[in-house]
């Protein structure tokens, strides 16, 4: 299968496992009636520059839950400060990436979760779920 057909098929899932759980937050992940690799959570703009995300890597078979920050290295910087207590409040560890492969202007703080050889998108997206969860509830105020 090409990537964006993998694409279709996690966010198919994807959708569907938010509507089983009542819908309680909305993801954006097409653009131009195609799905994209990453879905912004709580808003309609497929392009923002600060958001809490959903982003799944096919070639990389990993699902990434995230804050996205793209420039805005202030903001990044003041919650990397301020890691223990935004650690504290998720309750986990997180990874704090102060680089970006293409552009030195983004930021993560992102978990991963790993696809494995005989994992389903769908338990992939269940374990993740509760993740994306905790950062809406941490970050949504600074996004």
Not at 104 to 126: A, M, P, W
Request: net charge positive; aromatic share 18%.
């Amino acid at each position: 299968m090409s990537a964006q057909q993998e694409r279709d098929k996690f966010w198919s899932y994807f959708d569907n496992y938010l509507h089983q759980q009542g819908w309680p937050f909305y993801v954006c992940h097409e653009k131009g009636g195609k799905n994209q690799a990453a879905g912004n959570i709580n808003t309609h703009n497929p392009m923002d520059m600060q958001t809490i995300c959903c982003e799944f890597k096919y070639m990389e078979q990993v699902v990434l839950v995230q804050v996205y920050i793209n420039n805005n290295i202030p903001l990044y910087d003041y919650l990397y400060r301020n890691k223990k207590l935004i650690e504290s409040r998720l309750g986990y560890p997180v990874e704090w990436v102060s680089g970006g492969k293409i552009s030195s202007h983004v930021r993560r703080i992102q978990k991963k979760f790993y696809i494995y050889e005989g994992d389903t998108y769908l338990t992939v997206i269940k374990q993740a779920f509760p993740y994306i969860l905790d950062f809406i509830r941490v970050f949504e105020g600074y996004i």
